[in-house]
Nanobody
Framework: QVQLVESGGGLVQAGGSLRLSCAAS????????MGWFRQAPGKEREFVAA????????YYADSVKGRFTISRDNAKNTVYLQMNSLKPEDTAVYYCGRTIGAYYYSRDYDNWGQGTQVTVSS
């Protein structure tokens, strides 16, 4: 069973930046598309960004396009989410997950981390 561990969350003012990391245990990390999702209180988990196994292809939700950048280091079994120009509406628990299927729907992911809290103050 693979283990995913997110880190890097915190409290930041609007307009600030944070970099999230997600470290994966186990082998075959590069086989999987990795994704970031977020869940705010009272809301469903929503797609934020995903990156293909090779890192060649990236995908973003419209709400974060141009502000967030997803990347990965397969040698370190780690995926990152650089978040710039943060807004209060970005406040949520951020989760990373892995999938060999479609990247957009959380149901297609078979493993999740415990999440990291991101709070953006206005």
């Amino acid at each position: 069973q693979v283990q995913l561990v997110e880190s890097g969350g915190g409290l930041v003012q609007a307009g600030g930046s944070l970099r999230l990391s997600c470290a994966a245990s186990g082998r075959s990390f590069s086989w999987y598309t990795m994704g970031w999702f977020r869940q705010a209180p009272g809301k469903e988990r929503e797609f934020v960004a995903a990156i293909s196994g090779t890192g060649v292809s990236t995908y973003y939700a419209d709400s974060v396009k141009g502000r967030f950048t997803i990347s990965r280091d397969n040698a370190k079994n780690t995926v990152y989410l650089q978040m710039n120009s943060l807004k209060p509406e970005d406040t949520a628990v951020y989760y990373c997950g892995r999938t060999i299927g479609a990247y957009y729907y959380s149901r297609d992911y078979d493993n999740w981390g415990q999440g990291t809290q991101v709070t953006v103050s206005s």
